[in-house]
């Protein structure tokens, strides 16, 4: 049985193991918890002892937000918890003017079904920062 937790901060490293499959580098378990800690909001679904996927978002807390991160194992993809992970940070948000992202274009269709209108967007990557 999937559970949703917002409170991240009993999380341990060793649970956040498995994500983001086929980047050359993704951040480390240690990385990904002062994320998960340091963001504005966060969810995650548990499975037993170990996290299956993960949204977050950062904000000014009163206009705006950024959702960077909402990542579901690959084993676990397919089931409904991304969709309940956005569905479950976009209410703790709800008060915001704008909640935005970025998305490679295969994803369009999954964020327009939750509300969300494509627009044009500019990135900045620094893959040396991942380690």
Known sequence: MILYHSDVQGLHADALTGFFVGWPQGPT???????LRGSYRAVVAVDGDRVVGFVTAVSDGVLTAFLPWLEVLPGHQGQGIGSSLLDRVLGELAHLYSVDLTCDPHLRGFYERHGFTALDAM????PTALG
């Open 123 to 126: 990135g900045r990557r620094n």
């Open 29 to 35: 378990p240690e990385q990904l918890l002062a994320v």
